[in-house]
């Protein structure tokens, strides 16, 4: 079967906005086949390949060799750690957060083309479990460093509900409440 790569730019991998899009365009990048084994790994998805095992590690420092100085990690939702981290500190924050509920991941494919990688993995918590769902990713590479990343969740209001219990705001200090 011929492969019909598509190019990847960020409007459209935004637009498209939820894993079915992101399991849609993975397919079309290997020809309709998910599970076919390229003979040469593209050097951006090995880069995602390694990134994902210092992750597992639990060394977050390891992470920022894999960072742009300008990195932007983006976490779209509507809970208390979603938004755009910017730089390897907010984004090894984040990181740190994530650890407080055992997060982990399971890599379910990778596929890039030029600067753009899709990642799909199952991503769940153990402390204590209750998200257990489908991720996909869009990685921006530049210079062999993650310059961006797209967070997309599978069901995003459970991803919601889940931060919302793990992560509530902190009180207002008397200081500063309003009478």
Same mark, same amino acid.
């Given at each position: ?40 790994? =593209? ?34 939702? =509507? ?41 799909? =993995? ?34 995003? =209001? ?22």
């Amino acid at each position: 079967m011929e492969n019909r790569s598509t190019p990847i730019d960020r409007a459209a991998v935004l637009r498209a906005g939820g894993i079915g899009a992101a399991a849609l365009l993975a397919t079309s990048l290997t020809g309709g086949t998910a599970s076919a084994a390229p003979a040469r790994e =593209h050097p951006n998805v090995s880069l995602i390949r390694r990134y994902y095992q210092a992750y597992g590690s639990g060394d977050l420092n390891a992470l920022r060799q894999f960072f742009a100085a300008d990195i932007r990690w983006t976490i779209p939702g =509507h809970h208390p750690l979603a938004g755009t981290k910017t730089g390897p500190d907010e984004v090894i924050a984040f990181f740190e957060q994530l650890g407080r509920s055992g997060f982990r991941a399971e890599i379910l494919y990778l596929a890039a083309d030029g600067e753009w990688v899709v990642d799909l =993995h199952r991503g769940w918590s153990t402390t204590p479990a209750g998200l257990d769902i489908t991720w996909a990713l869009a990685y921006r590479i530049r210079d062999r460093r993650i310059a961006e990343a797209v967070n997309f969740a599978g069901d995003q =209001h459970a991803a919601d509900r889940y931060f919302w219990r793990q992560y509530p705001l902190a009180r207002i200090p008397a200081r500063l409440e309003q009478d």
